[in-house]
């Protein structure tokens, strides 16, 4: 076990209980927001809303709004926390504040207007503070993990995050959705099963939340960045930007690089089971085996591939993933029928997952010694700023084509925008700041 005054503690033990938060943020990524709640607020408590906007469209827009604030407090946030030796607090408070929200949730009904404009409002308040807690959970990474062994801890931790969103979703379908109740007979009634679903969920992030807060050390202050206001965060902030620009611009493009290609990455899951359906013929059913399969196999990549990270670098990680999904693209395109969509899917999903991870890891390797909140944070806002870019080149490519089969093109596309700005990245070096 290692400890010094940077708060860094890189036992095995440490490492496996840092990772559990990755296991249970899935709670209010896979099952609130991508596949259970979401779902709930625009397929049944939002029919009782009259609008000329669909329900999923003010979803999207109470979401956007949320990236919006992401965009503006995430890089101030990891800041101040780097300046007053605060990270592991940061991480208690916004995980905290957002399990409360979760379970807020619980008050969520099908049976009025108000209910609906309530969700989505939830929702969005709920992902920023989930994300603010990110920032400084991504920014630990340096202190559990060592040069040497920084991939394989990515790795590890956000394989836990896939299989505990395979196994909470589980749980919540056969045990609270599925025949209207699940098999344990909830009432469907004002959406009880679905609210209960958000309750479980809150506990489950609770549950495997709680190690990090008590087993990752505190770091010390940063004498060097100052935190007497959120103004003068800001200024701080310029000045950072500035000096990275002139002392490393490698750092700047990677964060262009990363956000773009990451963007591309949540098309690949945002798209893909609408691709399944609407291209390669897939029952609704087979959908979700697959998007179990799927999560199961960017799983088994992220944690292979950590062990590459640690021997080659995190650019060669990526970019060999990122060129293996290009080209699963263009097969994807050309061939038909549920066959061909499990294998040569299924093989683009084992790539999401290492370009994910040594995302994470080249950052970690290249921020500043305590300056690691503040990078982090810089890196949520540039995937804020270009989130758009995956939804806009996918509809283009199939208004301009005709069909959502070309809009595999628009993915691929974003892709290989971010893999060439990472050609000009340089191999990850700590920048002095």
């Not at 697959?290 to 650019?315: Q, R």
């Not at 990526?318 to 061939?335: G, H």
Request: glycine share 10%.
């Amino acid at each position: 076990m290692t400890t010094n005054f940077t708060g860094q503690r890189t036992d095995k033990t440490t490492v496996v209980l840092w990772s559990l938060w990755d296991l249970g943020s899935a709670a209010f990524n896979a099952v609130l927001i991508t596949f259970v709640f979401s779902v709930y607020l625009t397929d049944s408590v939002g029919k009782t809303i009259d609008s000329r906007f669909t329900p999923t469209t003010w979803l999207a827009i109470a979401i956007g709004i949320g990236g919006m604030f992401i965009a503006l407090l995430a890089p101030v946030i990891g800041q101040r926390s780097d300046a007053r030796g605060t990270r592991r607090r940061s991480v208690r408070v916004w995980t905290l504040i957002t399990i409360i929200i979760m379970l807020s949730l619980y008050f969520i009904r099908n049976d009025d207007p108000i209910y609906f404009w309530l969700g989505i409002t939830i929702l969005a308040i709920g992902s920023v503070t989930y994300e603010l807690g990110e920032v400084s959970y991504f920014a630990m990474l340096n202190q559990v993990s060592t040069e040497k062994n920084v991939g394989r801890v990515s790795g590890f931790g956000w394989a836990l995050g896939y299989f505990g969103g395979i196994f909470l979703l589980l749980i919540c379908y056969f045990g609270f959705i599925a025949d209207d109740g699940g098999y344990l007979h909830i009432s469907t009634e004002g959406g009880l099963n679905v609210r209960l679903v958000a309750i479980m969920s809150a506990l489950w992030f609770l549950v495997f939340g709680l190690p990090v807060m008590f087993r990752v050390p505190e770091i010390a202050p940063n004498p060097n960045i100052g935190s007497d206001g959120f103004v003068e965060s800001y200024k701080e902030l310029w000045h950072t930007l500035r000096r990275l620009w002139r002392k490393d611009r490698s750092s700047v493009f990677f964060l262009i690089s990363s956000a773009i290609f990451r963007d591309g990455l949540a098309g690949v899951f945002t798209f893909g089971a609408i691709l399944a359906v609407s291209v390669y013929g897939l029952d609704a059913g087979d959908v979700l085996i697959f998007g179990i399969a799927a999560n199961l196999i960017s799983a088994l990549g992220a944690v292979v591939c950590g062990y590459f990270d640690d021997i080659f670098g995190p650019k060669p990680v990526i970019m060999v993933s990122l060129v293996s999904m290009i080209a699963m693209c263009f097969i994807l395109y050309f061939v038909s029928g549920p066959t061909n969509f499990w294998i040569y899917g299924l093989i683009l999903t084992l790539f999401v997952g290492p370009a994910q991870s040594s995302s994470r890891t080249f950052l970690s390797r290249m921020a500043p010694p305590g300056y690691e909140g503040q990078m982090f944070g810089l890196y949520a806002t540039t995937g804020r700023a270009v989130s758009w870019m995956a939804p806009a080149a996918f509809s283009l490519f199939s208004m301009l084509f005709g069909g959502d089969r070309a809009g595999i093109f628009g993915i691929a596309v974003i892709l290989l925008a971010g893999a060439l700005v990472l050609v000009k990245v340089k191999e990850p070096t700590k920048v002095e700041a």
